[in-house]
């Protein structure tokens, strides 16, 4: 992967040329403004619609049209087991086994559901460990389920900042902040990717680190699911959630996920919330008046599944499966270097504060006239994400982001510059 980036657009098409993944792009609906097909590098944010998923959806529609009730067993994709379609490529996505995996409720719901379960606190054990900068849901939950427990919040919840001066927290402070609440922490929970700067955190030793401990290890993947590679298996997760309208493109605040490590799934004395939908399916409408959860991630499931959504998510997901995570990840890594080889050819200004452990995201400091420059990018066709105070965030994504785009990114922002200067 040792290519001499050129900033040109001949060079970007030749790049696009070589790219084996480049008919993706034609798979999805670009956002068209004023009769213009806008340059999209908000994936991060809210993942651009599979020209497959009306269809999908379509499908149990009619489905529903032509079978009312009967279509929980009779669809051509029975509602009753719908989630079971989306298990194994989820599964593959996030490195899980597929009885690890559900798909239900959105992200937040699945983290309180989980946290149920795994956040357990004891007068003793009840710190939880999370990065500075978290998704503010996070930290709200966090919060919320500390004071559920009767804890003070502040004093439960430990904050890893970044060391001055930087933006990125080093890996040695979360071990170093695990290993200094050995005797109070109950749970590790942390972004895959933290959704500000972009940084991906070792999973894998933050894990073993806090099992060392004697903690739990759970992780919000909302901007790694679909981004990076992961085996969360193997890495001994205890637990972790992610949504699907991000980098999985299933659309406006659609069906999220949830994973279970294998080694809890037959532990029937793991406190939950339960629903009929996590009773074993082989009685559930028995109706029974005890519920027995079925050994599998499905036992944190409440309710009947909605189906609608599921579909737009199997529209994206099938898409995943034939492009393939491998290749993805791997244009995602040339794709991505050839955006910060674009920005840093932009202007001096720009300091870029994702770090080397990064997906397919770059945030960058923009110390003047950000807003000013993240506007007119928007007037002139491109989609940007805007932090407050001072960062754009940018995401190529490989699906359907081309080098092209990159390129034009570049040239846009170059003008952004001229122009507020
Ligand atoms: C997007 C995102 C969320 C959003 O949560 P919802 O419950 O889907 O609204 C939460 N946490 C992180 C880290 C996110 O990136």
Same mark, same amino acid.
């Given at each position: 992967m040792n290519v001499q980036f050129e900033n040109s657009l001949e060079f970007a098409?030749?790049?696009?040329r070589q790219d084996e @993944?480049?008919?993706y792009r034609s798979r999805f609906f670009f956002p068209v403004i004023k009769g213009k097909s806008q340059i999209y590098f908000t994936g991060n944010s809210l993942g651009l619609q599979p020209v497959a998923t009306e269809s999908y959806i379509e499908q149990e529609l009619n489905d529903w049209k032509e079978f009312g009730v009967e279509g929980h067993f009779h669809a051509k994709n029975p509602w009753y087991s719908y989630h079971e379609l989306l298990r194994d490529a989820s599964a593959e996505l996030v490195g899980a086994k597929p009885s690890e995996v559900v798909i239900m409720n959105s992200l937040t719901?699945?983290?309180? @559901?989980?946290?149920?379960?795994?956040?357990?606190?004891?007068?003793?054990r009840y710190k939880i460990i999370c990065e500075?900068?978290?998704f503010p849901s996070d930290n709200y939950a966090l919060q919320s389920q500390a004071q559920f427990h009767g804890f003070d919040a502040d004093d439960a919840i430990v904050i890893v900042k970044p060391k001055v001066g930087t933006h990125v927290i080093a890996h040695e402070d979360v071990l170093k902040a695990i290993e200094e609440n050995k005797d109070s922490?109950?749970?590790?929970?942390m972004g895959g990717v933290n959704y500000y700067n972009g940084q991906v955190f070792n999973m894998s030793e933050i894990t073993e680190a806090a099992?060392?401990?004697?903690a739990i290890a759970g992780f919000d993947l909302a901007h790694a699911t679909g981004n990076i590679k992961m085996s969360l298996h193997d890495w001994n997760v205890d637990f972790a959630v992610w949504c699907s309208y991000k980098y999985l493109n299933a659309g406006p605040g659609s069906v999220a996920g949830a994973f279970v490590h294998e080694k809890h799934l037959c532990n029937k004395d793991l406190p939950r919330f339960a629903?009929?939908?996590g009773n074993d399916p082989a009685t559930r409408f028995q109706m029974a008046d005890k519920f027995e959860p079925v050994a599998a991630a499905d036992a944190w499931q409440l309710s009947n599944a909605p189906v609608l959504s599921m579909a737009a998510l199997k529209a994206s997901l099938d898409i995943f499966t034939t492009a393939g995570l491998e290749k993805l990840t791997i244009k995602s890594k040339l794709l991505t270097s050839y955006?910060?080889?674009?920005l840093k050819n932009v202007s001096d200004e720009i300091q870029i504060i994702t770090p080397v452990e990064r997906g397919c995201q770059l945030s960058v400091i923009i110390p003047r006239d950000g807003k000013r420059i993240h506007e007119y990018l928007t007037d002139n066709g491109v989609i940007t994400d805007w932090r407050e105070p001072d960062v754009l965030r940018l995401a190529p994504v490989p699906l359907y982001n081309s080098f092209e785009d990159v390129f034009k990114l570049g040239n846009v922002m170059k003008e952004a510059f001229a122009v507020t200067a």
């Open positions: 098409k030749s790049l696009d @993944l480049a008919e719901t699945n983290l309180h @559901l989980l946290m149920v379960s795994f956040y357990r606190p004891t007068k003793q500075y900068g978290a922490l109950a749970l590790v929970m099992h060392n401990v004697g629903g009929w939908w955006l910060e080889y674009v």
